[in-house]
């Protein structure tokens, strides 16, 4: 069982750790604040002693770092990682805009089913089942209502249970999320929403940075 650092701490961008397996190009650590892909997060990219991280998964209780080229450790090495910040910041601001727009869209649509959805760097991207076509009035008045929740400055919340089930929450909105988030919904700025038909009777909401 790889330590997720990054459990504790969102913020955590460098780390020491212990290797403790390598099978080709992917190395395991003992612990790691490297995001490894899931619930439609993408894994994190960084270095680890220099050496090129160019994703990071998750392979039951193992976290497996995937290394651009040949890393030449061996376990009971000690590596020093470091996350690539600016692209995993865009991720925890986009992550956490995405739960903002989704209570906006579901205040204008009435509940509608996720049937999947995955955030990195550039978009977050979510599907929704409902068979008409988006009212793209709609679609801007939940640019609007996330834009205004966004710029008033909400804390965000995470719980964890006996469970290890954690509990996110930012005002009124609440849902089981183990991704990583933003401390204050300040920190996003303005978000910019874009609906494509991916088809299947789904709905596609891309979310993007304004800037
Ligand atoms: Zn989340």
């Known amino acids: ?59 039951g209780g193992r976290i497996l770092h995937f290394m651009e ?3 030449g450790f061996s376990p009971g090495n000690r590596v020093h ?10 991720i925890m601001k986009l992550h956490t805009a995405s739960h903002i727009m989704e209570y ?24 929704y089942r409902y068979k008409e076509r988006l009212d793209p009035e709609k679609l801007k008045r939940v640019e609007e209502d996330t834009n205004r929740f966004l710029s008033e400055g909400h804390p965000i919340n995470i719980q964890v249970d006996d469970d290890g089930i954690r509990h996110w929450s930012c005002g009124p909105v609440e849902m089981h999320c183990a ?8 920190e996003i700025g303005a978000i910019k929403l874009k609906r494509k038909n991916p088809g299947r009777g789904e709905e596609r909401v891309e979310t993007s940075l304004a800037e």
Do not use: C
Request: proline share 1%.
């Open 69 to 71: 080229s040949s890393p």
């Open 1 to 59: 069982m790889t330590v997720k650092l990054y459990d504790k701490d969102h913020f955590l961008r460098e780390f020491d750790a212990q290797v403790v397996g390598v099978e080709d190009n992917a190395v395991e650590l003992n612990q790691t604040a490297f995001f490894a892909e899931s619930g439609g997060q993408a894994g994190d990219t960084g270095t680890l002693n220099g050496v090129r991280v160019a994703d990071t998964q998750i392979d």
């Open 104 to 127: 906006y869209l579901w205040t204008q649509l009435g509940y509608v089913e996720r049937t999947g959805s995955f955030v990195d760097d550039k978009k977050d991207r979510a599907d």
């Open 81 to 90: 990682g470091v996350i690539d910040w600016d692209r995993r910041y865009r």
């Open 179 to 186: 991704g990583t988030h933003v401390r204050n919904t300040r």
